[in-house]
């Protein structure tokens, strides 16, 4: 039989990355998806024989993240917004995607938090792994408070990078099967939410979580947090053997 050719599977991911370029350009719902769409497609407005006008809701369509914009259209509302395909080309969204990245970009991503971290990425034994994820230097790092950082007025990048660098560390863990990396990344990656979502203001909490529970579920190499507990309690839960 043959084989029915049709369009590739479309990233889940791809819907949120969508809401948040929308999001920043309509600066949170200030501007809604009528006027965004008066604004960019004013051809697509027409009367019926009636008098009524009739628009394909095409803005309505990227407020929900059903359909992707276009190259050309991306570029348009930069001219006009500037930043919003910043939103559109996160770097979240590529370590979110189901298709991990390279083992480059994963190295580029955890270099601003710790740069040393970056040489274990792919390049390790798993087996000896330990000392460098678990040392207490690299855990204050993840899970404490800086508060030299916060008065110098660097907690906004320092916030986003560590949830940048911890999902680095959880794709690359998955990548290799090492279970002791995993357990503390994806702790670190659940820790870190909610102060980074106070800088990310296009991208939801609940939006991350959701994306990070359905991209990263346990399996027989993992240990998990439940998500009951990613909000409340961090402690870790391990999978009943």
């Known amino acids: 039989m043959n084989q029915k050719s049709g369009r590739p599977r479309k990233d889940p991911v791809e819907k949120y990355r969508v809401q948040s370029w929308f999001n920043f350009v309509s600066e949170n719902g200030l501007r809604s998806a009528y006027e965004l769409e008066q604004e960019f497609s004013p051809q697509n407005f027409k009367k019926d ?7 394909p809701c095409t803005w309505a ?5 059903k359909i992707t914009p276009s190259e050309s259209l991306l570029a348009r509302v930069e001219e006009l917004y500037p ?12 370590l979110l995607a189901q298709k991990p ?8 991503s955890i270099a601003p938090v710790k740069p040393r971290l970056a040489k274990i990425i792919g390049e390790y034994d798993p087996t000896n792994s330990y000392r460098n994820l678990s040392s207490e230097h690299t855990y204050k790092y993840f899970y404490e408070f800086d508060l030299v950082k916060s008065f110098a007025r660097y907690s906004q990048k320092d916030s986003v990078d560590k949830l940048i660098g911890a999902l680095a560390l959880l794709v690359d863990s998955e990548k290799r099967q090492c279970r002791m990396q995993n357990i503390y990344s994806h702790h670190a ?11 990310l203001a296009y991208i939801e909490k609940e939006v991350l979580l959701e994306c990070i529970y ?4 346990p399996t027989e190499y993992f240990n998990f947090i439940s998500y009951q507990e990613s909000v409340g309690d961090f402690s870790l839960i391990t999978p009943s053997s």
């Open 189 to 199: 990656v659940i820790c870190n939410i909610d102060i980074a979502c106070k800088y």
């Open 83 to 94: 930043g919003s395909r910043a939103w559109f080309n996160h770097p979240i969204w590529r």
């Open 101 to 108: 990245p390279s083992s480059d970009f994963l190295k580029a």
């Open 49 to 55: 024989d009636d008098g009524n006008t009739t628009y």
């Open 61 to 65: 369509k990227y407020r929900s993240g």
């Open 214 to 217: 359905n991209r990263f579920s």
